[in-house]
């Protein structure tokens, strides 16, 4: 007997600017809606407000006026469910749609909002169903359609908080057997680009972190960051050169560690005050002492350790005294990849949880998405001190939210599907 085998496209035809959506998704009491909805008069007073308070939820040419255009029909799939559409002056018909009610009437907020959340730890989707009920279809599509929002539209709520200090790697991880790698992009404590691809070469690179800049520019046209900090991998700087020619790519002082570390740590002897040596030099106040340090580094170096590959690690840190020394003419610049391993830390425990990609790659593209969003808007742990503080990721880069369920939240901010229209 054949041994049977899936068929899973390796194909990822993705575009993020085919997912605008027409829906406006705004926060309406469930108790009033009906009553607003029936009353245009209150109707549109209610819309007035909303978009003299949020106007990055609706789209830019509101600002000309607007008609209430008609009510669509009550919805099968929630009984009693109806909404409004509204038309522009400058032409277009848009749905307003409350927060309470998922897209394409799939079901109440409130009833998912709870299994979303434990999608956060990979909990598998037939341990939703046995819970929350439904099937395992219903909870994936509710995950992947997530996954159609822009991720920096929807994260980023002012042009003015787009991060101009960035940091980019490489997350290795499985499809179908095969190596796979996703481009994930960081700023201001969120992620703002994830992409699957199957290769780490500058072209496929470049593609993946080409979508974190088509949604960036959705939001600000003149978009470019300052900085980026990487690893030294070629493809990677040359993937973010020709994103942003003017970018300064920062090298990361946090990965020439590691390889010392890892190269050096038999020597017990040495190693403690090569530490030492290594954290004093990144820890200098200006361009010309770094360097100055990393001189009397390479000197001890030469001197103290044997010939072989820990000393290796230690001259090629200092050789490139230079490109880390270009950290000190941007001083917001991310000079490690802390951050950006900080948020890695529980995709991989997620990939983990989920036993990596088994679907098309697609489909794989949008669970990363989908992934990204709940990261974002999902709340910090109670006992973390930034609790105490801001609820989410996205509340953090914002300074304010929409709502407080984390999911209402995310549904608000991804208004029109988070593009600016």
Same mark, same amino acid.
């Given at each position: ?9 390796? %194909?990822?035809?993705? /575009?993020?600017?085919? &997912?605008q ?6 926060d309406i ?12 008069g ?5 819309l007035?407000?909303e978009?003299? $308070? &949020?106007?990055?939820l ?24 109806r ?9 277009? *018909?848009?749905?307003?749609?409350p ?9 109440y907020?409130?009833?998912v %909002?709870?299994?979303?959340?434990? !999608?956060?730890?990979? $909990? ?6 046995? *819970?929350f009920?439904? /099937? ?8 992947q ?10 994260t *980023? ?5 787009l ?8 997350? #290795? +991880? ?12 960081? @700023? ?7 992409s ?20 960036a520019?959705?939001?600000?046209? %003149? ?6 900090? +990487? /690893? ?8 973010w050169?020709a994103?942003f +020619?003017?970018v ?29 040596r290594?954290? /004093?030099?990144y ?14 580094l390479?000197?001890w170096? +030469? ?11 230690v ?27 900080r &948020?890695? =830390? ?6 983990d949880?989920?036993?990596?990609? #088994?679907?098309?790659?697609l ?14 808007? =999902?709340?910090?742990?109670?006992r ?5 503080t801001?609820?989410s990721?996205?509340? !953090?880069l914002? @300074?304010?939210?929409? &709502?407080?369920?984390?999911?209402h939240?995310l549904?608000?901010s ?6 600016? =229209?």
């Amino acid at each position: 007997m054949a041994k049977r085998s899936r068929n899973c496209s390796f %194909e990822k035809d993705f /575009d993020p600017l085919s &997912h605008q959506s027409k829906q406006i998704c705004i926060d309406i009491d469930p108790q009033a809606y009906e009553t607003l909805l029936l009353d245009p008069g209150a109707f549109r007073a209610c819309l007035d407000q909303e978009i003299a $308070v &949020h106007p990055e939820l609706f789209p830019t040419a509101i600002q000309h006026g607007y008609k209430l255009y008609d009510m669509l029909p009550e919805s099968k799939k929630l009984p009693g469910i109806r909404l409004r559409r509204i038309e522009l002056q400058a032409g277009g *018909v848009f749905t307003i749609r409350p927060a309470f009610v998922l897209p394409y009437m799939t079901g109440y907020t409130e009833d998912v %909002e709870k299994a979303l959340f434990l !999608r956060r730890w990979g $909990v598998p989707f037939w341990a939703l169903v046995y *819970v929350f009920g439904h /099937d395992v279809a219903y909870w994936y599509r509710l995950e992947q359609r997530l996954g159609h929002n822009s991720i920096v539209g929807t994260t *980023v709520k002012d042009p003015a908080t787009l991060p101009v200090d960035l940091l980019a790697d490489e997350k #290795h +991880t499985h499809f179908n057997g095969h190596q796979a790698y996703i481009a994930t992009t960081v @700023g201001q404590e969120c992620v703002l680009g994830v992409s699957l691809t199957l290769a780490a070469n500058e072209p496929t690179l470049t593609a993946a972190y080409g979508h974190f800049k088509t949604e960036a520019q959705n939001v600000q046209p %003149e978009y470019t960051p300052n900085t980026v900090n +990487t /690893d030294g991998w070629a493809a990677t700087q040359a993937a973010w050169r020709a994103l942003f +020619t003017p970018v300064r790519l920062i090298l990361c002082c946090l990965h020439a560690f590691l390889k010392i570390r890892d190269c050096c740590k038999r020597f017990t002897d040495l190693y403690g005050e090569l530490q030492t040596r290594v954290w /004093d030099a990144y820890r200098a106040p200006d361009a010309e002492a770094f360097t100055a340090q990393l001189a009397q580094l390479q000197a001890w170096a +030469t001197e103290r350790l044997p010939a072989g590959r820990g000393l290796e690690a230690v001259l090629k840190l200092c050789a490139k005294a230079p490109e880390f020394g270009q950290a000190y003419a941007h001083p917001t610049a991310y000079r490690t990849s802390n951050m950006v391993d900080r &948020h890695m =830390q529980p995709l991989d425990h997620y990939l983990d949880s989920c036993k990596y990609f #088994h679907g098309h790659l697609l489909s794989g593209e949008y669970t990363c998405r989908a992934w990204a969003l709940c990261h974002n808007f =999902q709340p910090y742990c109670p006992r973390a001190k930034i609790a105490q503080t801001y609820t989410s990721p996205a509340h !953090r880069l914002n @300074g304010f939210v929409y &709502h407080d369920n984390w999911l209402h939240n995310l549904l608000i901010s991804a208004s029109l599907g988070g593009y600016q =229209q």
